[in-house]
């Protein structure tokens, strides 16, 4: 049996190729009803009919009331469909909204609890919608660690976020990316200050808001106002949330995972390459499974473990390498790899 740390995907993972990705792969179809029933009753369009739809829609499918609930249910689908007699998790952690599926697979929320608090927090999100996200990069294709780069451009972030009118900070730490949000004056700014890269970067993210800053505080009160903390139980399994605390099974003040999962989460920056790097060492995991939907999370996950040192790996060729010699990441986006993790679903 091998050991794993399971990890949750945020938003932008559901994409065109994701579509169907319930019907192929979440094989509880009651727990499926009851996640349409309660959209349905809050006059909000199915799960079943947002993925079971003819074709992908950005403007709908992105939109946060309906991507959330989505990969939600996805991961959720996924952390059940895998192996427990190959495959004993020993921890999860997630990205950004990745946290909120975690504390379901966790054990922290229930399945239904769960959906509510990611239906409610994205619902709360599109009908807000304050500001937005970009994405750059601080490392080279080879993946090569460059912190006097990194700190360059953090220090052009604090410049801009300084300026009157301007707001921009660090939203994700996501291995070799700086997720960053603010408001359009902050972006606009970052974007004309920094050359471009790679062929898209500095890239906006459609649809998304200015996650983990400030400029959320509204949306963490209204979800706080929203969610009841009798809605989160100890967990079952340790859980490394978004600064890289672990939450452990018997020991978790309920109400402390509640405040920090509608408080610090929603409005501090999210360092998930910490998450990553934490859960390497502390539990030295086999593999490293991340959930669907998509496959885009996995370079920010081999990323991190480059930037954590994990196994003597430096560049995208060393990890390249280790994963061609013996799989330390499996993406369940992947039909060749979600068959070595699960009993064939």
């Known amino acids: 049996m091998k050991t794993a740390v399971v990890i949750c995907p945020g938003r932008g993972t559901y994409t065109k190729t994701e579509l169907g990705y319930l019907g192929r792969n979440f094989g509880d179809r ?3 009803a009851a996640f349409d029933a309660t959209r349905g009753a809050l006059g909000q369009e199915t799960l ?3 993925d079971g739809a003819a074709g992908y829609s950005v403007a709908k499918h992105t939109r946060g009331d309906n991507a959330s609930a989505l990969i939600y249910a996805a991961t959720l689908g996924d952390f059940r469909a895998l192996d427990g007699e190959a495959i004993r998790v020993v921890a999860v952690t997630g990205n950004s909204m990745g946290w909120y599926s975690a504390l379901a ?3 922290a929320l229930s399945a239904e609890a769960g959906f509510e608090v990611v239906n ?3 619902t709360l999100m599109q009908e807000a919608l304050i500001g937005g996200q970009l994405i750059y990069p601080f490392v080279n294709e080879d993946w090569v660690a460059d912190p006097a780069r990194k700190a360059d451009l953090l220090a052009t972030v604090a410049g801009i976020g300084a300026r009157a009118g301007h707001v921009l900070t660090l939203s994700i730490d ?6 960053l949000a603010g408001n359009e004056e902050g972006l606009k700014a970052f974007e004309a200050a920094v050359p471009p890269v790679q062929g898209r970067f500095p890239m906006r993210l459609a649809n998304h808001a200015a996650f983990h800053s400030s400029l959320q505080a509204p949306v963490a009160e209204r979800g706080r106002a929203r969610l009841s903390p009798s809605l ?7 859980m490394i949330d978004g600064r890289g605390a672990i939450w452990w099974p018997g020991a978790t003040d309920t109400h402390a995972l509640w405040d920090y999962t509608l ?6 920056t999210y360092d998930f390459t910490r998450a990553i790097g934490i859960a390497a060492r502390e539990f030295a995991p086999d593999l490293f499974i991340v959930t669907g939907p998509g496959t885009t999370l996995g370079g920010a996950v081999a990323q991190s473990l480059i930037l954590s040192h994990w196994r003597g790996m430096h560049s995208k060729i060393d990890f390249q390498t280790r994963q061609q010699a013996a799989p330390v990441l499996i993406s369940m986006g992947m039909v060749d790899q979600r068959a070595t993790v699960t009993k064939g679903d």
């Open 232 to 238: 989160f139980g100890q967990p079952k399994l340790p």
């Open 120 to 122: 409610t927090m994205g």
């Open 174 to 179: 996501l291995g070799g990316m700086l997720v």
């Open 48 to 50: 079943s009919a947002l």
């Open 30 to 32: 009651a727990l499926l």
């Open 105 to 107: 697979c966790g054990g």
């Open 263 to 268: 408080g610090h989460q929603v409005t501090e």
